[in-house]
């Protein structure tokens, strides 16, 4: 059984578990950081001296992964960064703060705007994205491994199979994007996935999302109309 971690005296911020000395669950803080998500577990990522950041948009992603300690273990170690990561039971993982600019959508143009790590905030979900079947009619996910999920079969992107979003996943993202919403108050039509913004060389989240982008904007398109 692993010993309790001593009460820190560092400044609290919203994520960390938050117990007094007497094992008591402590009341609620004073003041929040706004650029933290409420529901996240903070877990920074090394981003330096990263550029300031006003959301105007987001940025959809799938991971090519099964594992949240893993891939978030990924992201500390190289130099991409993402904002968000939602594991496959709908926990969110926050690792750069919405003021600050993440590296994760590369070459990428909406609208007017073009690199949009300038203007964009970044969610990755856990998630193989698209798996194929071989000869023997057994799935494979993109590393060559046997896929052992129930691939979704979509007719989009050239009509490939997909490693789905979980419920609890899309549940999640759609609350988040909420409180985006409500917090930066950027234009519904920047919700957007990544194959939207760099076609040519993204597919993500493609068909591992029961909806396609345009469905998933209408749904916050109806909450503030």
Not at 4 to 27: C, H, I, M, N
Not at 111 to 131: D, H, Q, S, T
Request: hydrophobic letters at 35%; aromatic letters at 10%.
């Amino acid at each position: 059984m692993a010993t309790a971690k001593k009460a820190s005296t560092a400044p609290f911020t919203t994520g960390e578990p938050r117990v007094l000395k007497s094992g008591a669950v402590a009341g609620p803080i004073d003041k929040v950081d706004p650029d933290l998500y409420p529901k996240a577990k903070q877990v920074p990522d090394n981003i330096g001296n990263a550029p300031v950041l006003k959301p105007q948009g987001v940025v959809v992603h799938y991971t090519v992964s099964s594992d949240l300690d893993s891939t978030v273990d990924f992201f500390k170690k190289n130099a991409v960064d993402i904002h968000f990561l939602i594991g496959k039971d709908g926990s969110i993982v926050q690792m750069v703060p919405c003021d600050k600019q993440a590296d994760h959508a590369g070459e990428s143009e909406w609208g007017k705007l073009k690199y949009l790590n300038r203007y964009f905030l970044g969610i990755e979900v856990v998630c193989m994205g698209p798996v194929k079947k071989d000869k023997t009619g057994k799935f494979l996910d993109g590393y060559g491994r046997p896929y052992a999920g129930k691939p979704r079969d979509k007719l989009m992107l050239q009509n490939r199979y997909w490693d789905p979003f979980t419920k609890a996943q899309e549940k999640a993202l759609k609350e988040l994007i909420d409180w985006m919403l409500a917090t930066y108050k950027f234009p519904t039509d920047n919700i957007v996935g990544h194959h939207e913004v760099a076609p040519r060389r993204k597919i993500d989240p493609g068909g591992s999302f029961s909806l396609t982008m345009d469905e998933f904007r209408a749904l916050f398109k109806k909450t503030v109309a």
